[in-house]
């Protein structure tokens, strides 16, 4: 089948709310679309058919990534285990999450969840850059919580790198919330998740305006009161239900695993027990009793207890403290962390950017390993020489280590006679030139034109220079003395040829953007791709300056193809398709590196949203 009939299917399914996932028989009720298509189409019967024989299987084996399971005695006697099927080495139970345990039935051993949370590493990371630029001591475990920068800059929704505060959904919140305490931060870690999200909208009006709180009881306030009367965190359904529904501690802790579990039929059970304590025990009528089960019902989601949220808006709270302080390194700190991702480094270099924060490519007498805080005024952020692909490490250290032992290098031919590694060859000394790594140290005008066209001569040089004995030179000079080196003027490099090999080798454009060269087209444009994202409107029509960054095609079931798209601006990127006819007609200008205008309709699916290109045609 198409894969246009499949998507057809797919994108009338509703998605699961309240933590509970959606069958095929549940979005047919919900969807009249897709149980007239189911009655009326062969072709989608048949699909539908076969994916209800197949619903609720046991697609691939999972593996929880943190779990960990601890028995008394070897793990063998208790529960069948394999090796981890992506090769880690690590042993793993072939019993699920539930059968292992000890509830409903299970084998009943004890399951501990260890988190690591990379944001603790760049703030350690963070903490140690303020110190060696500024020669200022962080104690970040005792920041002062009252930070005004923090929480203006937060207001401002300028959450971009922060832990738990960054998302466009969470970012939108925020601006409206406008937090003012440490409180409001952890409540929105705890509250920003499916279910309780529904409460979110109360919260923020309530803050503004203490007049609305209310408590559905008056014995409610004790525990109600820095949450403006709302159920935020686990802790508050958990009292609810010993203060007015006579639960001991054991049957709240067990009402707590139920939520947790999401099991609807142990939810169920649960929901009885409740009502029936708060009518006999709390003297709650069945209407006020019903009414706070429709506050708690949203918990069996993803409740967060107490103290997981104030561990985690600790975090939030250090995180953009550190970014609205200390922005330079922390931004560095960030990209160090994510430079094994081009996406992500893609977001943090824009973000550092709209903060005025110039990132610079790398250099050789300027780079360390890592994105490294640069300038007279530590205000710049550089690429480290390991973030070059086609570039080791090996070469990175040596070059590092020669740099740290006898200082900048002060030419080109002083950087090649210098660095002895039998690692600077031809790909590496190539890939040096073309991200502009060298530039500072070439003489010539055109700089890595000229490089690039003596390639050869380079690497004689380098040879020469760093051989074991000192020998009289092809280039004229006896290597005891400084070696000059001059090269014949090469052809100027283009900024088209410049972004590409930025591209290539950094993986993102970091001294312009190939849109950059429409400027006329890019200021009518009146949205941007992260905005499309940040509040899709599925149906909605735009039209957009993009860049091509990738293309997949495939053919139909016809036989004709059609192409999958990545197309991006200089906010963000987003998936695109172009469907047969338009691709058979544009099909030479949409190749990567292409910049396009393009009109289309925006598709949300599984939550993402994506573009359907209607039109084309290339800029110039």
């Known amino acids: 089948h198409s894969y246009t009939t499949g998507d057809r299917i797919a994108k009338l399914i509703p998605m699961g709310?309240?933590?509970?996932?959606?069958?095929?028989?549940?979005?047919?009720?919900?969807?009249?679309?897709?149980?007239?298509?189911?009655?009326?189409?062969?072709?989608?019967r048949e699909i539908i058919d076969l994916a209800k024989r197949i619903e609720g299987c046991v697609r691939h084996v999972g593996v929880h990534a943190a779990g960990v399971v601890v028995a008394p005695t070897p793990l063998v006697e208790w529960?069948?285990?394999?090796?981890?099927?992506?090769?880690?080495?690590?042993?793993?139970?072939?019993?699920?999450?539930?059968?292992?345990?000890?509830?409903?039935?299970g084998v009943g051993l004890l399951k501990f969840d260890f988190l690591g949370i990379k944001n603790l590493a760049i703030l350690a990371d963070a903490v140690a850059r303020v110190k060696e630029t500024r020669g200022i001591v962080v104690d970040i475990e005792n920041v002062p919580i009252d930070d005004t920068k923090t929480f203006a800059m937060l207001a401002r929704g300028e959450t971009e790198g922060t832990f738990q505060l960054n998302g466009s959904g969470m970012t939108r919140w925020l601006k409206e919330l406008k937090p003012s305490t440490i409180h409001d931060i952890n409540a929105m870690v705890a509250l920003y998740r499916p279910g309780p999200m529904e409460t979110i909208p109360q919260y923020i009006e309530r803050k503004h305006n203490p007049k609305l709180i209310r408590f559905v009881d008056?014995?409610?306030?004790?525990?109600?009161?820095?949450?403006?009367?709302?159920?935020?965190?686990?802790?508050?359904?958990?009292?609810?239900?010993?203060?007015?529904?006579?639960?001991?501690?054991?049957?709240?802790?067990?009402?707590?695993?139920?939520?947790?579990?999401?099991?609807?039929?142990?939810?169920?059970?649960?929901?009885?027990?409740?009502?029936?304590g708060f009518v006999e025990y709390g003297k709650l009528s069945e209407a006020t009793a019903e009414k706070l089960w429709l506050l708690i019902e949203p918990f069996a989601a993803y409740g967060f207890n107490k103290a997981h949220a104030a561990s985690y808006g600790k975090v939030a709270y250090q995180t953009s403290y550190m970014k609205a302080n200390y922005p330079v390194e922390y931004l560095a700190a960030v990209l160090t962390a994510?430079?094994?991702?081009?996406?992500?480094?893609?977001?943090?270099?824009?973000?550092?950017?709209?903060?005025?924060?110039?990132?610079?490519?790398?250099?050789?007498?300027?780079?360390?390993?890592?994105?490294?805080?640069?300038?007279?005024?530590?205000?710049?952020?550089?690429?480290?020489?390991?973030?070059?692909?086609?570039?080791?490490?090996?070469?990175?250290?040596?070059?590092?280590?020669?740099?740290?032992?006898?200082?900048?290098?002060?030419s080109l031919s002083d950087f090649l006679s210098r660095v002895g590694s039998k690692n600077l060859n031809?790909?590496?000394?190539?890939?040096?030139?073309?991200?502009?790594?060298?530039?500072?140290?070439?003489?010539?005008?055109?700089?890595?034109?000229?490089?690039?066209?003596?390639?050869?001569?380079?690497?004689?040089?380098?040879?020469?220079?760093?051989?074991?004995?000192?020998?009289?030179?092809?280039?004229?000079?006896?290597?005891?003395?400084?070696?000059?080196?001059?090269?014949?003027?090469?052809?100027?490099?283009?900024?088209?040829?410049?972004?590409?090999?930025?591209?290539?080798?950094?993986?993102?454009?970091?001294?312009?953007?190939?849109?950059?060269?429409?400027?006329?087209?890019?200021?009518?444009?009146?949205?941007?791709?992260?905005?499309?994202?940040?509040?899709?409107?599925?149906?909605?029509?735009?039209?957009?300056?993009?860049?091509?960054?990738?293309?997949?095609?495939?053919?139909?079931?016809?036989?004709?193809?059609?192409?999958?798209?990545?197309?991006?601006?200089?906010?963000?990127?987003?998936?695109?398709?172009?469907?047969?006819?338009l691709f058979k007609e544009h099909a030479a200008v949409i190749t990567p590196g292409a910049c396009l205008l393009v009109k289309g309709k925006v598709a949300v699916r599984n939550g993402e949203p994506s573009l359907a290109i209607e039109e084309l045609k290339p800029l110039s």
């Open 218 to 276: 008056p014995r409610m306030k004790d525990y109600l009161d820095f949450s403006y009367g709302l159920l935020v965190y686990q802790d508050d359904v958990l009292l609810t239900a010993i203060k007015l529904a006579g639960y001991s501690w054991l049957e709240a802790d067990q009402l707590r695993k139920a939520m947790g579990k999401k099991i609807p039929k142990v939810m169920q059970a649960e929901k009885a027990k409740l009502l029936k």
């Open 79 to 105: 529960t069948p285990i394999q090796p981890d099927p992506k090769g880690t080495g690590k042993m793993i139970t072939q019993y699920d999450m539930y059968s292992i345990t000890d509830e409903y039935g």
């Open 338 to 410: 994510d430079s094994g991702d081009t996406e992500a480094i893609a977001v943090f270099v824009a973000e550092a950017k709209r903060m005025g924060i110039p990132v610079l490519p790398p250099d050789v007498n300027e780079s360390g390993t890592d994105f490294t805080v640069v300038g007279d005024t530590k205000d710049a952020i550089r690429f480290g020489l390991s973030s070059i692909k086609n570039f080791g490490d090996g070469i990175s250290e040596a070059i590092i280590a020669e740099r740290t032992a006898r200082g900048p290098f002060s």
């Open 426 to 581: 031809r790909k590496s000394l190539e890939s040096l030139i073309k991200c502009g790594a060298l530039d500072s140290l070439s003489p010539s005008q055109h700089k890595r034109g000229t490089m690039l066209e003596n390639i050869e001569t380079l690497l004689a040089f380098h040879r020469e220079a760093t051989a074991v004995a000192p020998q009289d030179s092809l280039f004229g000079a006896s290597f005891h003395s400084a070696p000059s080196l001059t090269l014949p003027e090469g052809k100027a490099t283009s900024i088209s040829d410049r972004l590409a090999w930025e591209k290539e080798l950094l993986g993102i454009y970091v001294s312009g953007h190939p849109l950059e060269a429409h400027e006329a087209t890019l200021k009518k444009a009146h949205l941007s791709i992260k905005k499309v994202k940040e509040e899709p409107q599925p149906g909605m029509l735009l039209i957009l300056p993009v860049l091509v960054s990738t293309v997949r095609t495939l053919l139909t079931k016809s036989g004709e193809k059609m192409a999958f798209l990545a197309v991006e601006d200089m906010t963000e990127s987003i998936e695109a398709v172009v469907f047969p006819r």
């Open 17 to 44: 709310s309240q933590g509970f996932p959606m069958t095929i028989d549940h979005a047919m009720e919900l969807e009249p679309d897709l149980k007239t298509l189911y009655d009326e189409d062969d072709e989608s």
